[in-house]
């Protein structure tokens, strides 16, 4: 029987504990504050800066949220960065994805400043976790990490499949899963006979935003599935990358879609702003 890996209660456990280290901050007179970026009106990114902001307010973060018309200049885009990288009280600034096609989003996560780049994706703290060294690590694959502490869940010298190389998921979460001496395999597009990889794998992390695609024969009996993926079904219900009814037959342990990966990926963001704020105050 397998047991499910519930993201909504971990992350309702991040949640708690950052709300009483922000108390405690408080007293200090720190106040820990995320700025959110959006760039015109794309109508998915308005629900996901909604969640962040709800987030902010229920642990006590300070939010605030500038908005760019999609007619917006690259040069305007990064000025905004340079005004939130110079302001003291603002310590994580996310630039929320997509921005229209005509900015060039590397150059402006380039820009975010290091120290407050709460995402993870400026290009000093991905170096930073592939030399394992102190920095803001993308909040998708922490989340993921977290879960599988959270149940205790062995990573050490386990054979993990990562499906999906993108910057913000497949790559950190190899990274993250290598920093914790699993052997991991990353499968892409490219890869050929995917199942004969997965089949080895004691832990699968699902991230290629293809509904359903682990299917139970491509999973041995009693690994641990990490579904990542968001897909909309034919009947507007949210599915996983994991055919999950099937699959949870063979899984020693499986996050659902929703309320597995979801939850947590808020929660860690939620978690480097405090950090970033922290270490911003010694
Ligand atoms: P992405 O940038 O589109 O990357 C998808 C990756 O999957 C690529 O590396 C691609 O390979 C690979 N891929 C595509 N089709 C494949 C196939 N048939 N077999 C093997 N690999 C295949 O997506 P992403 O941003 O990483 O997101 C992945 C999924 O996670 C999406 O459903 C997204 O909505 C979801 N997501 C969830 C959260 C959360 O908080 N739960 C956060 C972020 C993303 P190539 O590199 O060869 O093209």
Redesign the pocket.
């Known amino acids: 029987m397998f047991k499910l890996l519930d993201g909504k209660e971990v992350a309702s456990k991040v949640r708690l504990g950052l709300k009483e280290e922000v108390t405690k901050l408080k007293e200090e007179n720190i106040i820990p504050k995320l700025a959110v970026i959006m760039v015109g009106n794309d109508s998915a990114s308005q629900i996901y800066v909604r969640n962040k902001s709800k987030a902010c307010e229920e642990i006590g973060i300070e939010f605030e949220e500038f908005l760019l018309d999609e007619n917006t200049s690259q040069e305007e885009l990064l000025e905004l960065i340079d005004t939130l990288n110079n302001k003291k009280e603002v310590n994580g600034i996310l630039l929320q994805s997509p921005i229209p096609k005509h900015l060039d989003i590397n150059e402006a996560f380039r820009r975010i400043s290091p120290e407050k780049d709460v995402d993870g994706f400026n290009p000093v703290n991905v170096g930073k976790l592939t030399l394992g060294q102190n920095g803001f690590v993308s909040c ?1 694959p922490s989340g993921v990490i977290k879960i599988l502490e959270e149940y205790n869940i062995d990573i050490e010298g386990k054979n993990a499949v990562v ?4 910057n ?3 790559k950190p979460m190899s990274q993250c899963l290598l920093n914790k001496n699993a052997t991991v395999t990353i ?5 050929r006979n ?1 199942e004969n990889i997965t089949k080895n794998a004691d832990i699968i992390v699902a ?4 509904k359903e ?1 682990v299917k139970e024969n491509m999973v041995k009996e009693g690994a641990v599935v990490i579904d ?4 909309r079904g034919e009947d507007g219900k949210l599915k996983g ?1 994991v055919d999950f009814e099937n699959v949870s037959k063979k899984a020693s342990y499986i996050t659902p879609v929703p309320g597995g ?2 939850p947590m ?1 808020v929660a860690m963001l939620m978690n480097n702003v405090v950090k970033a704020a922290k270490e911003q105050n010694n």
């Open positions: 998708t499906l999906g190389r993108s913000i998921v497949g499968c892409h597009s490219k890869t995917i991230a290629i935003g293809k695609f990542v993926g968001i897909n990358d990966v979801g990926t």
